[in-house]
């Protein structure tokens, strides 16, 4: 299986700072990586697919990049509703596997 | 827009078989591949394997032996079997909707609400 880590595990941060998530994979995955955000006690929501395409409906504040084994997600400015957990996902081979998540907390 | 919304026990004995049914609406089952997931409290998710439309599968290695997912498309369902339960299979269960891109690669972009399943006696 293709392990996915993310860092960081945490991250504290404040309305419209900028904040990076790094997730790389165990092997190459070329393109094939998604990023979801989870709130409590809801399912993941579709951000980016492709590394870099943003999810129909999703604010231009997110964004992602990289290929390979390194990729990493963007959001721009920081607001209210952007708190939550973060995941990588890769569908380069079967089983898809997820990252152990980035919890985005306020600071 | 599709919905997905998962049925079934909530409570399960350990031994038994978990057995969960997700209903799509708003569109048709057919064309896509169709996903379970689970999340253990406090955990990332897990793939727990795949159905497409017409009845192939995949499974998670890790859970092929125990795991049988089926399709009916006149009801637009599938459903889940998970046999021989332990307190370690007590998880958020959710479907997905897989789609494709890049010709290979895919994305869960409908997701249903999930359902807890405690295994417990």
């Known amino acids: 299986d293709i392990q996915m880590t993310q860092s960081p595990s945490s991250l504290s941060a404040s309305v419209g700072d900028r904040v990076t998530i790094t997730c790389r994979a165990s092997q190459t995955i070329t393109r094939f990586l998604n990023w979801y955000q989870q709130k409590p006690g809801k399912a993941p929501k579709l951000l980016i697919y492709?590394?870099?395409s943003l999810q129909s409906g999703v604010p231009s504040r997110f964004s992602g990049s990289g290929s390979g084994t390194d990729f990493t997600l963007t959001i721009s400015s920081l607001q209210p509703e952007d708190f939550a957990t973060y995941y990588c996902?890769?569908?380069?081979?079967?089983?898809?596997?997820f990252g152990q998540g980035t919890k985005l907390e306020i600071k | 827009q599709v919905h997905l919304q998962e049925s079934g026990p909530g409570l399960v004995m350990p031994s038994e078989t978990l057995s969960l049914t997700c209903t799509v609406s708003g569109g048709s089952i057919n064309s896509y591949y169709w996903s379970w997931i689970r999340q253990p409290p406090g955990k990332g998710p897990e793939w727990i394997g795949y159905i497409y439309y017409s009845g192939s599968t995949d499974y998670n290695p890790s859970l092929k032996s125990r795991v049988t997912i089926s399709v009916d498309t006149s009801k637009n369902q599938f459903s889940l079997k998970v046999n021989s339960v332990t307190p370690a299979d007590t998880a958020v269960y959710y479907c997905?909707?897989?789609?494709?891109?890049f010709g290979s690669g895919s994305s869960f972009d409908y997701w249903g609400q999930g359902t807890l399943v405690t295994v417990s006696s």
């Open positions: 996902q890769q569908s380069y081979s079967l089983p898809n596997t």
């Open positions: 997905a909707r897989e789609s494709s891109y």
């Open positions: 492709a590394a870099s």
